[in-house]
């Protein structure tokens, strides 16, 4: 068809208003890449003749829900949270419950004894103190059968097995037949008994015995810890303790390669465990930073960016901020590295010279702070951020003119939203939604996750002795309703927030077709309407979009799971090859995500089902791509600015605010700031999602708006607006916008 051929077609009489949405499957879009949209005769801005779309797919999410519910309350009957929220024992006993062949109610914690195999219920965690001198006593184990002391080779001394006992209390394994005691040939086989005070000669004897065998035995020391989670974790001392010993172990024996691989088997369980223990000491910090303090940052910011004058000042005042942010973080940073580094120093020139320091508890060999590691992390996530900073600075620089010119796009956001300042606050709505279905579904997911079995698994440990232990294995059914409801998760959730787009989507095009906005009245009872046209009308296209992405994001869940079993069994080539997949995955989930919102676009203004939408929606970008294609792109610059400025000041405050309040009860405040900084993004991506959406909903009812009226008097858009396209639209990275 020629460009005459489709201008003369546009001038034609317009097909009725009837003819073009028939069914409510129909639109007044074009079915090809070259025939221009045409208004109905009686076209007043988003239809007000809807119909119900796509019903059977909210029939089956309804269905899908259902069996969900069904599967859940089933779980709940046959299940115990208490088996998968609560620590498990060797010999399969939940600690704290009545769970198992022994009663632990009273023994609510778990004493790590074996790093593959778990370890003992205990009444409380053990805090080391005077007389003990030391964060870890070498010359007390805990085993598989209650504790032993090395002071009292046969357990028969009463004093000795008191003294231990005034720390710990073990629950009474004795009728198991899984536990296993110590004696002096299998827990300390080369120990001189005129030695048994000597700290290095004991820790040597018994670290590679056949009890303790490097933390992989039935039995361990008894230590400093506290507890998380009802699990007793080392304390940053005791983990110190150890490295010291097994450091001095290994210059003993000239190096032998035993010390360095069981230091390297334990650095990463050692590592994860401080990091368990930092986001649970923080955890009021985490969620009041991430979840409050980033929650009244993005609705300030979001309020601000629709005010009138402010728009150009926030967007340049919050990409400097964020360069000053991030490089004042990378300067605490810095700093508090030196200072660990300055503590550690002094730690080690003390325990050089055996200088011992007091506490509360009684005196304490002094020990690094802070482990080499720790301090390295520091100061990379110092030169990280500032890397970020630098590197965030010049692409200011550099893409000036397009910020610039995004500032224009968002400018007609702004007044949408400030129209219809309900629409700020819907993602809150959304949030609330959200959290209410996630924490039904983790009622659901813990019970049917305690449906298992117990099955007895054998570690073979030194000398042929076998150390049992109690694990969960499921059958086919359990794993295959487990997969149902991760399944159901991700529909759930994508549903809401297709829902979320339709109704925004749904707003915007009424405010965009609306000549008289005051007259027509405009405001948040459009936001009111639209949630409840989007519920009844519309719900099964926002099934049928969540729908595909469900589906792709189960898929690459179960890559994921398939990929821990390649790496498990080293197999190389498979590994490279399901890495392949996911990428392929993540991709086509992106290219799906962009054609959906577009799609809930279209079916919000003419009321269409999702396929004829996405279909409608595709043909009319792609005929007017170079027309604003480049805006559309460019203003997403905006909307990552915010989404950077919300996370980073976010996670600055929380970070100095952690380091001085809680510093001497974390091993580093990095891992709780980052999980802030990970938080306060997701709620950042929710309240700029909205000006996304916005912007993307106006641009595609511009291009509607263009091809169905050709400019003339009776177009909708705006002149600024239409201005503003005309001067920037298919532009060069040299455009410019007149403020």
């Not at 769970?99 to 023994?107: E, F, L, P, V």
């Not at 008994?193 to 015995?209: D, H, M, P």
């Not at 606050?425 to 298992?452: D, E, I, M, R």
């Not at 580093?668 to 709620?683: D, I, Q, T």
Request: contains cysteine.
């Amino acid at each position: 068809m020629t460009n005459d051929e489709i201008e003369n077609s546009s001038s034609t009489a317009p097909p009725t208003n009837d003819e073009n949405t028939k069914n409510g499957t129909e639109n007044p879009a074009a079915s090809s890449s070259t025939e221009k949209l045409e208004a109905p005769a009686d076209f007043n801005g988003p239809t007000s003749d809807r119909k119900c779309t796509d019903v059977l797919c909210v029939v089956f999410f309804l269905v899908a829900v259902a069996g969900m519910s069904v599967v859940g309350w089933e779980a709940i009957r046959g299940g115990d949270y208490r088996v998968v929220l609560y620590p498990m024992d060797y010999d399969g006993n939940i600690c704290g419950t009545d769970y198992g062949d022994i009663d632990m109610t009273q023994y609510k914690f778990l004493y790590p004894v074996n790093k593959q195999a778990g370890g003992v219920c205990v009444k409380k965690c053990p805090r080391l103190s005077s007389p003990i001198s030391e964060p870890v006593d070498i010359s007390a184990l805990v085993t598989y059968n209650g504790t032993y002391a090395i002071g009292d080779a046969s357990n028969t001394n009463t004093n000795v097995t008191s003294f231990v006992s005034s720390y710990i209390t073990v629950a009474d394994y004795s009728t198991s037949t899984n536990a296993i005691s110590c004696t002096p040939a299998t827990c300390h086989p080369f120990l001189p008994t005129n030695n048994n005070n000597n700290g290095s000669i004991a820790f040597a004897s018994t670290w590679t015995s056949q009890g303790v065998n490097r933390g992989s035995g039935y039995a361990f020391y008894l230590a400093d810890t506290s507890n998380y989670m009802n699990r007793c974790v080392m304390t940053q001392d005791a983990v110190s303790y150890l490295q010291n010993m097994l450091h001095d172990v290994s210059n003993d024996d000239n190096g032998t390669s035993s010390s360095s691989a069981a230091t390297d088997d334990d650095s990463t369980g050692e590592k994860m465990s401080r990091i368990g223990s930092d986001l649970y000491t923080a955890r009021a910090y985490i969620m009041g930073c991430g979840g409050g303090i980033a929650v009244v940052i993005g609705f300030l910011y979001s309020f601000f960016l629709r005010v009138p004058g402010t728009l150009v000042l926030m967007v340049w005042g919050s990409l400097l901020a964020t360069v000053g942010v991030l490089g004042y973080i990378g300067y605490y940073a810095h700093g508090e590295a030196a200072e660990w580094d300055r503590a550690a120093a002094s730690s080690s020139s003390s325990l050089e010279n055996n200088v011992t320091t007091a506490n509360d508890d009684g005196p304490r060999t002094t020990t690094p702070p802070h482990t080499d590691t720790e301090i390295r992390v520091l100061q990379g996530m110092a030169y990280a951020v500032w890397v970020v900073a630098v590197m965030l600075f010049l692409a200011s620089c550099a893409l000036r003119r397009r910020i610039q010119l995004a500032i224009g796009i968002v400018k007609e956001a702004a007044k949408a939203l400030s129209d219809m300042p309900a629409l700020i606050l819907f993602p809150v709505l959304q949030c609330v939604g959200l959290v209410c279905f996630v924490l039904v579904w983790l009622v659901y997911a813990v019970h049917l996750a305690s449906l298992g079995r117990l099955e007895t698994v054998e570690v073979e440990a030194v000398d042929g002795v076998n150390i049992s232990f109690r694990s969960f294995q499921y059958d086919d059914r359990i794993e295959v309703l487990g997969w149902y409801l991760i399944f159901c998760f991700f529909w759930v959730c994508q549903f809401i927030v297709a829902l979320g787009q339709i109704v925004i989507a749904m707003a915007v095009a009424k405010w965009f077709f609306s000549r008289d906005k005051k007259h027509d009245n405009i405001g948040n009872g459009t936001v009111c309407q639209s949630i409840c046209h989007s519920l009844f009308y519309h719900a099964g296209t926002a099934a049928f979009g969540a729908l595909i992405i469900a589906v792709i994001s189960t898929i690459r869940t179960f890559l994921l799971y398939v990929q821990r079993k390649a790496k498990q069994s080293g197999n190389k080539i498979a590994l490279a090859v399901l890495s392949c997949l996911q990428c392929c995955l993540w991709c086509l989930e992106k290219v799906i995500k962009f054609v959906n919102k577009n799609a809930y676009i279209q079916t919000a203004m003419f009321g269409t089902n999702f396929c004829a939408s996405a279909k409608n929606a595709f043909f009319l970008i792609l005929r007017n791509a170079a027309r604003v294609g480049t805006l559309a792109a460019i203003s997403e610059v905006i909307v990552f600015i915010g989404k950077v400025f919300i996370s980073a000041f976010t996670g600055a405050c929380a970070y100095v605010l952690m380091d001085k309040v809680l510093g001497d009860e974390l091993h580093s405040p990095v891992a709780p700031a980052v999980s802030v900084v990970v938080l306060s993004f997701f709620v950042g991506n929710m309240f700029m999602n909205v000006f996304s959406m916005v912007i993307a909903t106006i641009l595609q009812c511009f291009i509607a708006d263009e091809e169905m009226f050709q400019g003339s008097e009776a177009s909708y858009s705006s002149k600024s607006l239409r201005t503003y396209v005309d001067k920037n639209g298919n532009t060069s990275p040299r455009a410019t916008i007149s403020s």
